[in-house]
C-alpha cells in the first residue's frame, strides 16, 4: 500500500513538474519581452497576415477591391507615418519599477493645449502609431507617441498587457502636464493600447477628457484563453491557472484582475468604441462586450471588411471622421 502511495505521489509531482514546465514556456513566448526588438521596427498585429502586393497582377494572386484599397491606404499611410518620425522629438521618463521609458512627441507653436496619446498594441512599437499621430497633429493636436515597457527602446523584461500600463501611461501624462499645465488630453489605443486605455480609464486620471480604444480584449485571462485555444489548441484549465499563479508572483499583476470591464465601470469621461468586424485575433464580440459595459456617454463604430487593427488602413476616411466626429459632439476642452 506505501509503495501504491509513492508511485501515486511520485506520478503528481511529475505531472506538477512537467504542467509548471509548460506555464513557465508559455510565459515566456507570450509575456517577455522580444530579444534584439531594437534592431528593427517590429511588425504590427495588423501585418500579422500577409500583407498583399497591389503591385502583383498575376491570377493566383487576384485579390478584392477592399483588399486592394487596404493594401494602398497602407503603403501610404505607413509612407506619411515615416515622414512625420523625422519631424519628432526624444521623450523619456524612469516610471515607478525604475525601468526607462522612451517615447516621440510633437508639439504646435500655436497656443493649444490638446494632446492625444496613441499607444500601440502587443508586441510592436511608436513606429505601428505613427500615421495615426500624424493625422492627429495635423488636426491640431500635440502628439505623444510611447513605446510601452518591454517593447521598442523602453526597458523591461516583460510585457505589460495593459495592466501594468495604465501607470506607465499615468506618469506619462505627468510628464504631459509639466510640459502644459492646462492640457486636455485624449487616450487613444489599438489591440492592447485599446485595452491600456480602457484599463487606464478606470483612474478618471486629471487633464484626461476622453478616450478612443480601438480592437481591446476584455480582459487578460480573456485573451489568454483565446491564444491558448487558438494557437496552442489546449483548454485554459490547468496551464493558464498555473500561468496566473506564476505571474502573479514574477510579473506582478493577475490575470483575472487585469480586467479592462472591471475598470470601465469606474470611467466618467467619453468613451469611443472601434472593432473590425472580421478581428479572429481580439473576437469582434468583445468589442460589443466592452462597449455593453461602459456606463458613460459612448459610441461604438464596427469597421466593415477590417480584420485585427487595420480597421483605420481599410478606410482611414470613415476611421478618422468617427473619431473626430466623436470629439466634437463628445468632448468638452473647456
Known amino acids: ?44 498585429p495588423a501585418s500579422a497576415r500577409d500583407c498583399l502586393d497591389a503591385s502583383d497582377t498575376a491570377p493566383e494572386k487576384l485579390i478584392s477591391p477592399a483588399e486592394a484599397a487596404y493594401t494602398e491606404n497602407r503603403r501610404k499611410l505607413r509612407s506619411m507615418g515615416a ?13 515607478h519599477d525604475g525601468l526607462i521609458l522612451r517615447a516621440k512627441y510633437r508639439m504646435h507653436d500655436a497656443d493649444t493645449h490638446r494632446w492625444i496619446i496613441s499607444i500601440h498594441g502587443y508586441k510592436d512599437s511608436h513606429h505601428f502609431m505613427l500615421p495615426y499621430g500624424a493625422v492627429f497633429y495635423k488636426k491640431g493636436y500635440h502628439i505623444l507617441l510611447p513605446d510601452n515597457r518591454a517593447h521598442g527602446i523602453s526597458e523591461g523584461k516583460y510585457i505589460g498587457m495593459g495592466w501594468l500600463d495604465k501607470e506607465d501611461i499615468a506618469e506619462w501624462i505627468q510628464w504631459i502636464i509639466c510640459k502644459d499645465p492646462e492640457a486636455k488630453i485624449i487616450l487613444h489605443g489599438v489591440s492592447m493600447g485599446g485595452a491600456t486605455v480602457m484599463m487606464t480609464a478606470g483612474k478618471n486620471l486629471d487633464h484626461v477628457v476622453g478616450y478612443i480604444e480601438d480592437c481591446g480584449y476584455t480582459s487578460v485571462w480573456d485573451i489568454f484563453a483565446c491564444v491558448m485555444k487558438r494557437d496552442y489548441h489546449l483548454p485554459a484549465f490547468p496551464i493558464l491557472h498555473t500561468c496566473r499563479i506564476i505571474s502573479r508572483r514574477r510579473l506582478g499583476y493577475d490575470y483575472v484582475e487585469a480586467s479592462a470591464l472591471s475598470q470601465l465601470a469606474h470611467c466618467n469621461k467619453p468613451m469611443l468604441f472601434i472593432h473590425g468586424e472580421k478581428d479572429d485575433f481580439v473576437p469582434t464580440d468583445m468589442g460589443y462586450e466592452v462597449y455593453r459595459a461602459f456606463p458613460g456617454k459612448k459610441e461604438l463604430y464596427i469597421a466593415k471588411e477590417a480584420g485585427h487593427a487595420n480597421a483605420m488602413d481599410y478606410d482611414p476616411q470613415v476611421y478618422f471622421h468617427v473619431i473626430f466626429k466623436f470629439i466634437n459632439d463628445n468632448i468638452d476642452f473647456d
Open 83 to 95: 515622414k512625420f518620425e523625422q519631424t519628432m522629438k526624444n521623450a523619456s521618463l524612469t516610471n
Open 1 to 44: 500500500m506505501k509503495r501504491i502511495c509513492r508511485k501515486i505521489l511520485f506520478i503528481l509531482a511529475a505531472l506538477l513538474l512537467i504542467l509548471r514546465r509548460i506555464s513557465l514556456i508559455f510565459i515566456k513566448n507570450i509575456l517577455r519581452a522580444v530579444p534584439n526588438r531594437n534592431e528593427t521596427p517590429p511588425e504590427s
